[in-house]
């Protein structure tokens, strides 16, 4: 009865290919603590674009010197290349000779942009272009980590992923940091943090925490 209704069949739009290049885009972030697979997740949806024959860029903050320079790595063996940026003014310099030339934009460690990642992203997405953003929703204090939550906020899709407590076993949440390293910041490095659940999570007490955790993209 309702099989010939076409403005509502093609979402009001009498012709999709005049649609074409205006079409708006679409904001996705991946989200969780330390050990959630965010990157794998990433990985797997850029291939997936991949295949599709669409293009693909992926950038990552310049302080993720996990595993390799040019590349994001998951914590498996997965990697995409990625170009290396400075701070989000570098990045949107970099996006702008290739911007035509792009269909999805990967991001990995957003946490680590400022909250200029935020308009950027939005700007992104109103220009047409997919954009998938990964990273950490809490500090190890267990606080909204940087432009992550208000990028979660503005998104089409949120995928919060749990990580696997590795005191009792259940889905985990929470990023604990074990000792007390004075390095400003420790990405992905084994041994200092480790997944928790609610119950087992014990929030950091060190006073430098947030400057240890919370810095921010290294300015040029
Ligand atoms: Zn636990």
Known sequence: ??????????????????????????LEVITGPMFSGKSEELIRRLKRARIARQRVACYKPDIDLRYHRTSIASHGSQTHEAETVGN??????ALAGQ??????VGIDEAQFFDDGIIPLAVELVHLGKRVILAGLDTTFNAEPFGPI???????????KLSAVCMVCGAPAIHTQRLGASQELVVVGAA??????????FKPYLDENESQQMEFPAIQI
């Open 1 to 26: 009865m309702n099989l010939h209704h076409p403005q509502r069949a093609d979402g009001g739009r009498t012709n999709r290919n005049e649609v074409g290049r205006n079409e708006v885009g679409r």
């Open 88 to 93: 989000v003014e570098r990045l949107r310099e």
């Open 99 to 104: 911007l035509d030339a792009i269909e999805v």
């Open 149 to 159: 939550p208000a990028l979660m906020a503005l998104a089409d899709e949120v995928t």
């Open 191 to 200: 041994g200092v943090y480790e997944a928790r659940c609610r119950a087992c």
